[in-house]
């Protein structure tokens, strides 16, 4: 979808002179208004207007009936409403809150903001009314031309965020129906391939490679829960904070506005005892004190939120990236960093993640998205190791340690884990393909197999392990630093 924002807002009242004042605080102003409203800017430092390019297409109606009809009509054009003004009282037609229950039924992403100057409705009632909604704010008259510009620029961005959270989440969707359809293709394919017994050698290599791209995918289909769990978390305490901060805002607001009184009356000498006690009476029941101390930390939070949610959204985006055919110079540190991020709700539950990445590590030959395919699978089999582990022996925590260094003229990575262990009696066979000790339906026997042809076939390196039982393993792979000439006809079949 574009990157621009989308300004365009709907006012719902039946007093006109409310439409003017809306297109005057939102959008583009004339030369007369801007003019005066410099001069009151120099007078009374009122705020300035919206620059151009933040200014809104404001559209009115005096009922919500018509306002419906312009929601339908702005919708069949594909020009949607990010958000609605709506007034709680228009007689003699619905009300603000019918008004938006009905926009809603066109349009449930509309970010709608109730304006009532009464209380017509308690907020139990509102939602008995319209349900629990993050899309509903209410406005109090006479409202603030800086509430309603900073109101109204935060509902279009968050408008635009969620029409791009949707994007993906649609994208997502179509790729794990796409990638479960291939899956089962080649499930069947493989059942097919087994029972006939009858297919050349290079019919039962290809067969492989398909099963190890379905399981590829199937891991990125089961990541992305475990993704939308982690973006979940920061995005709750975003909000969080983000409504704490507009309740102190309003707070802060009275204070200020019943000083700005009192300070007029002071110099006009026409200050009263009640006035002071009303502007100390106000002061006192804002807890300035406890906004001043809280405020900081919600901001920090909040920041915090948003720069975990992008950090996850950008290494999901680095690991999901379509692998090249030929190998690309790609650092490994940051290879390993994304998918670390990428697996986190795979392993955070059961281990301690330890990265000892080597900082001067030189840049590797590697087909990047086979490598970032090959560090999750071992980290998937690190943290269900440690988790058969827990399961006998509640309580705690394993540990996972990912290690680089440079070792001669190769770059080596390992992952370390404190898990089972692998029974002396299978480990000539880890790295075989089908072979598994997991239970039917729970593993495909594809993991390590995958691994070794990224590693030994496709990168020319080498993998081992150490494993003692009861004190978990360590897989050691190697990747050389200088690239080494591709054959194009043997890997095509493999990559």
């Not at 009922?63 to 007689?91: I, N, S, T, W």
């Not at 635009?160 to 959270?165: P, R, S, T």
Request: aromatic share 6%; hydrophobic share 40%.
């Amino acid at each position: 979808m574009s990157d621009e924002i989308n300004r365009r807002a709907l006012v719902i009242d039946d007093n006109p002179a409310i439409h003017e004042d809306f297109r005057k605080i939102l959008g583009p102003p004339e030369h007369d208004s801007k003019t005066v409203s410099q001069m009151e800017g120099a007078l009374f430092g009122a705020a300035d207007s919206l620059p151009a390019a933040s200014c809104f297409q404001v559209d009115c109606a005096t009922q919500g009936q018509e306002g419906l009809e312009r929601l339908k009509q702005a919708c069949a054009r594909g020009e949607r409403y990010a958000l609605a003004f709506v007034d709680v009282r228009m007689p003699p037609g619905w009300d603000g809150i019918e008004t938006a229950a009905h926009l809603w039924a066109v349009d449930p992403d509309l970010q709608i903001v109730i304006c009532t100057a009464y209380s017509d409705y308690s907020w139990n009632e509102m939602t008995a009314k319209l349900g629990h909604s993050d899309r509903l704010i209410i406005l109090k008259k006479p409202f603030d031309n800086i509430e309603v510009t900073q109101m109204a620029e935060t509902l279009a961005h968050k408008w635009h965020l969620l029409q791009e959270a949707k994007q993906r989440v649609h994208d997502l969707e179509a790729l794990a129906e796409e990638r479960t359809a291939e899956l089962t293709v080649a499930n069947q394919s493989l059942r097919s391939q087994i029972e006939e017994r009858t297919r050349s050698e290079r019919e039962r290599q290809m067969l492989e490679v398909q099963l190890r791209h379905a399981q590829k995918l199937e891991a990125i289909g089961h990541l992305a829960a475990g993704i939308a769990h982690e973006i979940n978390t920061p995005a709750q305490y975003v909000g969080d904070n983000a409504r704490f901060l507009d309740d102190s805002h309003r707070q802060i607001s009275k204070v200020l506005e019943s000083h700005r009184v009192l300070l007029q009356a002071v110099k006009q000498q026409t200050a009263t005892p009640g006035l002071v006690s009303s502007a100390e009476e106000i002061l006192n029941g804002s807890d300035l004190d406890y906004l001043s101390e809280q405020i900081p930390s919600a901001i920090k939070a909040t920041i915090e939120g948003v720069d975990r949610i992008s950090k996850i959204v950008r290494a999901m985006k680095e690991f999901s990236h379509p692998g090249s055919k030929e190998k690309i110079l790609a650092d490994v540190n940051r290879a390993i960093e994304t998918t670390v991020t990428v697996a986190r709700n795979e392993w955070k539950y059961v281990a301690e993640m330890r990265l000892e990445l080597e900082s001067d590590l030189p840049l590797t030959p590697c087909f990047v998205g086979e490598f970032n395919q090959t560090i999750l699978n071992l980290i998937v089999n690190a943290a269900q190791a440690i988790r058969e582990v827990l399961a006998a022996q509640p309580g705690g925590k394993g540990t996972i340690t990912v290690r680089t260094r440079r070792a001669g003229d190769s770059v080596e990575v390992s992952v370390r884990d404190t898990g089972a262990g692998i029974p002396e009696a299978i480990r000539s066979r880890i790295f075989e393909p089908f072979f598994t000790t997991k239970e039917v339906g729970t593993g495909t026997g594809q993991g390590l197999a995958i691994v070794y042809a990224c590693v030994v076939k496709h990168h020319g390196g080498t993998i081992r392990f150490d494993s003692e039982v009861g004190q978990g393993s360590n897989f050691i792979l190697t990747l050389p630093i200088s690239p080494l000439p591709l054959i194009s006809e043997v890997n095509s079949a493999d990559v």
